[in-house]
């Protein structure tokens, strides 16, 4: 698996997929931001993406939501939650139903790319790194 | 003012009883997620704080910054509902929050694993298996926050007044038995509670205050209060932020004075390598915890102390109390920070496990900071502050480059300078352990002279008869001979005596 990874970017916030988009993208990653839930599950359903970034906390459809649909209907797509309402008993119950990991608020684009990076390796993509400018 | 504060574990049923006896009461009721809410809104990165514990990593300076405001933000948000009135709280740590205040009830809820399992599987939807490992999983998770917020196991059952399991009660009859238990007079208020309530709100009060401002936010403080007295405790390298402290908490409502203070126990280690899983830092930080004291770190760099000549310089400094916050990350970024520029951090390697080790410090609450000089003997000694009050000046690995001999001369050397030149004893990294901690070669001390008290104490005490009739022995050769005895005799015993009781004291942590 070599190709650019798709990335699906899920956060209620506009300035959240505002940075990170373009700090992914320098990495060669093909990201699409959403910026409510029901829209991210339209797109899943007639998409798979290699790796969905999803924040927990949403009106109408929840991060949670987000993680048990792609784990019903992907069984290779990797999740990855962040939010800034973190507790060991949101991270736990995420890391149990099946997210690949799960990253507190604020963070660095560097250390989303690092979990990205391993989620890539985990489904057989070398890996990411920057594109030439 | 009633407080009753429920503990409760992961799934235990705590939150539905807590509910319950608000409602019987008919007071407010308080979760740890309102805390939360309220503590994200400050600004408080509570996320970070709980992922550490998921993720099993120590605590960055940053986050030990954090954790002071956390704590000090949800005592005081408490504090201030439970003056509003009646208040049950429900959480983790709610027995915690309110320490010295003897009118809080402090209740814990506990249930079996099968109850919780069940619960785990209703309320998440998860299989069995999967329920059984995320109730282990988060009652880790929680055990290891207690410890390391508040330094005391959630196990420990003399921290609360009753431990119910809704097991054996219906939530309805528990919450019955707590509104009865909560009449009693032990429960009430007192004045003497309303103080310390007032004292504990005004103190993290001003600890919010100083986390808030500008110009103190990157600093370490411990704050109390007393009657309207705030104490403001920081530490010696944040002395020039001394000044700012009352202007910050100017408009703080409810004190009469504020007293600053410079954290007045401090250990000076001066080495050219750290590492924060050595012995010596073992050492260092177990001779800091029994001391009470600050860890200052200088890393000499290579090459430094040899010559005259060299200038002194600060390379580079970290502040076991300073995050790396830009200003920027101030200003609302939804949570994504800038990155790193790339050669913007040294390596382990590069800064000599400086940065790490001021970091597992600061995770121990024993961080004065650090810094990497370099010069000569002369200039290392004038950036020595001689305002801080170091209690040891600890003198590691130095002269790394140099061979064997040469490194243990010029170490030596270098020890009696410093000892010469600054009023504070001087001890090396290995002396460290024989002299100020108890080790095995002091239990095999105590053990081997107390039995040689022992042995003549009794021998003294069963043989008075035979020794009183040979110190009053007649003629002068027997004068003479009694006298040399005795005074060979009293230094062994004296000698004996102090070793036993200068290795019990250390034992026991008392020098």
């Known amino acids: 698996m070599n190709g650019s990874l798709q990335i699906m970017l ?102 989303l790319r690092a979990v990205i990076d391993r989620a890539a390796k985990a489904l057989g993509h070398p890996g990411i790194r920057k594109s030439d400018d | 003012m009633q407080v009753i504060c429920i503990s409760r ?35 408080i990165h509570v996320g970070k704080i709980e992922m550490a514990m998921v993720k099993g990593r120590g605590f960055s300076d940053r986050l030990v910054l954090e954790r002071e405001h956390y704590l000090a933000f949800t005592r005081a948000y408490l504090c201030e509902q439970a003056l509003k009135g009646q208040l049950v709280y429900h959480g983790r740590t709610g027995h915690l929050l309110l320490p010295g205040v003897d009118n809080v009830l402090r209740v814990r809820v506990v249930a079996d694993q099968e109850y919780r399992l069940k619960a785990a599987m209703q309320a998440l939807g998860l299989e069995r298996e999967k329920a059984r490992r995320y109730v282990e999983e988060v009652d880790e998770d929680r055990r290891q926050w207690v410890h390391t917020m508040y330094g005391v196991s959630c196990d420990d059952v003399s921290q609360y007044d009753l431990i119910v399991s809704l097991q054996q009660f219906s939530v309805e009859n528990a919450a019955a038995g707590l509104t009865a238990i909560a009449q009693l007079p032990d429960f009430q208020m007192t004045p003497a509670s309303r103080q310390a309530v007032e004292d504990l709100r005004l103190g993290a009060k001003a600890r919010v205050f100083l986390a808030r401002d500008d110009r103190t936010y990157r600093a370490s403080f411990k704050v109390s209060a007393s009657d309207g007295v705030i104490t403001v405790t920081y530490l010696p390298q944040d002395a020039g932020l001394a000044e700012s402290i009352p202007p910050v908490l100017e408009s703080l409502e409810g004190y009469r004075s504020i007293r600053t203070t410079m954290a007045t126990s401090n250990i000076l280690w001066i080495q050219e390598v750290y590492d924060p899983t050595s012995e010596a830092f073992r050492n260092v930080v177990e001779v800091a915890t029994k001391w009470g004291a600050a860890v200052e770190l200088m890393r000499l760099a290579p090459g430094s102390a040899e010559g005259a000549a060299a200038p002194g310089e600060v390379l580079e400094a970290f502040d076991g109390t300073i995050p790396q916050i830009q200003p920027s990350s101030r200003e609302y970024n939804g949570g994504i920070e800038d990155d790193v520029a790339e050669g913007g951090q040294r390596t382990w390697a590069e800064n000599g496990g400086l940065k790490q080790t001021v970091e597992e410090l600061a995770r121990q609450g024993r961080s004065a900071g650090g810094r990497e000089v370099r010069g000569s003997q002369t200039h290392l000694l004038e950036m020595i502050d001689r305002s801080v009050p170091y209690t040891m000046v600890v003198v590691g690995d130095v002269f790394l480059s140099k061979g064997s001999a040469a490194q243990l001369r010029l170490a030596r050397e270098f020890r009696s300078y410093l000892a010469d030149n600054i009023k504070t004893p001087v001890v090396a990294t290995d002396e460290l352990k024989a002299q100020f901690l108890f080790g095995k070669r002091d239990l095999f001390r105590l053990i081997g002279y107390l039995a040689v008290v022992l042995v003549i104490y009794f021998l003294v005490f069963t043989h008075q008869r035979q020794i009183l009739s040979f110190l009053s022995g007649e003629g002068w050769v027997m004068k003479v001979v009694a006298a040399v005895v005795v005074f060979l005799f009293v230094p062994i015993v004296a000698y004996s005596y102090g070793t036993v009781s200068r290795s019990f004291l250390k034992l026991i942590k008392i020098e």
């Open chain 1, 10 to 111: 899920v956060d209620d916030e506009p300035i959240v997929g505002k940075r990170l988009k373009p700090a992914l993208a320098k990495y060669g990653l093909e990201v699409e931001v959403f910026e409510d839930g029901p829209g991210a599950l339209r797109r899943l359903r007639e998409k798979e993406f290699d790796i969905v970034v999803t924040d927990v906390r949403m009106e109408d459809v929840d991060g949670m939501q987000v993680l048990e649909y792609v784990l019903a209907n992907s069984k290779r797509t990797k999740v990855i939650i962040i939010t800034g309402y973190a507790t060991v008993e949101v991270a736990r119950e995420a890391l149990v139903k099946g997210a690949f990991d799960f990253i507190a608020k604020p963070f660095k684009p560097d250390d």
């Open chain 2, 9 to 43: 574990g992961t799934l235990t049923g705590g939150k539905v009883l807590a509910e319950r006896l608000a409602g019987a009461l008919g007071y407010p009721c308080l979760s740890r997620e309102d805390l939360i809410e309220a503590a994200v809104k400050e600004g």
